[in-house]
């Protein structure tokens, strides 16, 4: 590898290690996976935490990796049945609060991604607030990871192949 190289590589080490944030707004723990490996769908997951001293509301997220991007969360349909739904009015972020979005709950949904996502890849990724802040991220893909910090249920054993995203 060249000095070049090598230079390069830490340089996105050492910015990837740190949190994305905008006007009181702060983005941490964020990576992506697919459901499985070359699956046609695939979720985002973060902590997105609110250092203002106003409440917002994360109304969309947005991205060129996939046909469809949704805000998504899973609720229990009974039975021990967890079912994945749409949140066209997304999430309450609360000043001095945070939306967690895990696996098993709230998360950015990725459905007809338009590549392979491979270990490492960086997926662009707006988050859209109703206060109109807008933060834009690269999540990196993180295919080995099988639970975010805090723990929750395994989204990979979700069948989200059966979801249609030209609806």
């Not at 905008?22 to 996976?33: K, L």
């Not at 805000?71 to 309450?92: I, N, S, W």
């Not at 609360?94 to 895990?102: H, L, Q, R, S, Y």
């Not at 910090?149 to 990979?156: A, E, K, P, Y």
Request: glycine share 10%; aromatic share 6%; hydrophobic share 45%.
């Amino acid at each position: 590898m060249s000095f070049k190289t090598a230079l390069v590589a830490c340089a996105a080490a050492f910015t990837l290690a740190f949190p994305a944030f905008a006007d009181g707004v702060e983005v941490h723990h964020a990576y992506a996976r697919t459901a499985f490996p070359g699956g046609p769908s695939g979720a985002a997951f973060m902590v997105i935490h609110n250092t203002g001293e106003t409440d917002d509301q994360l109304i969309d997220a947005l991205s060129d990796a996939a046909a469809r991007v949704e805000l998504h969360t899973h609720v229990d349909a009974g039975d021990g049945v967890m079912q994945m739904r749409h949140v066209p009015e997304g999430f309450p972020l609360p000043a001095d609060g945070e939306i967690v979005m895990e696996r098993g709950g709230n998360h950015v949904m990725f459905m007809g991604v338009k590549d392979t996502w491979a270990q490492g890849d960086l997926i662009p990724l707006t988050l859209v607030f109703q206060s109109g802040l807008t933060l834009d991220l690269e999540v990196e893909v993180d295919l080995n990871r099988t639970e975010m910090d805090h723990g929750s249920m395994d989204h990979g054993a979700m069948d989200h192949g059966a979801m249609d995203p030209s609806n």
